[in-house]
């Protein structure tokens, strides 16, 4: 076998000849930013093929999160997941709210919804759970607590394209979701995000937000940041969408050789599979318990020396970084088990041109000790 290097995930991009026709569209059009055809374009076809109602398209998830907490004016305390990309609580910090963190379920390395009550003080205003790896949420026991308190649900849902569960997409739960279509995500337009919302009134808010709060030409009825995707990242969106579900087919495929393949394997313990109709195959993450021979560390090691670039989301915890590990809520004892699965936790190389060979060879390093 040739070592080429295989990355946790490759990009998956369709055939270059298929995006030169919206290139010359841009080209022919002269508009490039602002609210264009591609842009419009991309937010229908994107309710269409996510079964939502309205979704504002942004330049990343970042700045997606950030204005998705500004709409709700959402200040004070915000519950959340240490468990996470950092840039669910960089989010909260730039908006100069504090971030709370509470445990997460070791089931699902979703927040813990039992362990939210006791975290609420009178400054909490929201809770922003992650949709890990895009397994759904608890979002029935999370959005009864937030009704009991009053307060707002914001969804980082950046792994979650695509989600379904049994009353449709995920993207319907909470105040709001943003998602990501980041170069890593499943769905990418290299760079870019979104927010999905509930109804007209908040995406014309939203948009305002995004375009620095300009209302039209000259009112400005807001302090917006500028968040707007352009018609180059929005063209990629389209063309990706034509294919994005044969790329989720492939993913699921990949999904369950690994399970097959690990099956047996003492000390791995691939997350529980959450069904066909709830998963996007984004990540394929197996946690490394204490009965495997060597430790996870030791087992990231030895396939990175064998060319193979597993990733450790999330560890460490966002919990621990230098800007958070001062708060209360951010010590290792109030987060048992967010601790442990950081520790444990390895995601394997997962994307639509992983070959089945390329599978066996990374099950066969992690089977044979
Ligand atoms: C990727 C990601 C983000 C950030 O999205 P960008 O588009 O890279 O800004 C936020 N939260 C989570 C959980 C992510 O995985």
Known sequence: MTKKTIYVTQPFLPPLEEFIPYLEKIWESKTLTNGGPFHQQLESALCDHLGIKHISLFTNGTIALITALQALRITGEVITTPYSFVATSHALLWNGIRPVFVDIDPNTLNLDPAKIEAAITPQTTAIMPVHCYGHPCDVEAIQEIADRYNLKVIYDAAHAFGGQD????????????????????????????????????????IDHLKNFGFA????????????????????????????????????????????EQLKGVNGIRCLNDTGETTANYAYFPILVEPDYPISRDDLYQKLKNHSIHPRRYFYPLISEFPMYRGLPSAQPNNLPEATAASKKILCLPIYPSLGRQQIEAITQLIAAY
């Open 166 to 205: 049994t009353g449709g997409s995920i993207l319907r739960h909470g105040d709001l979701s943003v998602l990501s279509f980041h170069a890593t995500k499943v769905f990418t337009t290299f760079e870019g995000g979104a927010i999905v919302c509930r109804d007209a009134k908040t995406k014309e808010h």
């Open 216 to 259: 039209d030409e000259t009112t400005v009825v807001m302090p917006g940041i500028n968040g707007k995707m352009n018609e180059f990242n929005a063209a990629l969106g389209l063309l990706q969408l034509k294919y994005i579900d044969k790329a989720i087919a492939k993913r699921r495929e990949i999904d369950a050789a690994y399970r």
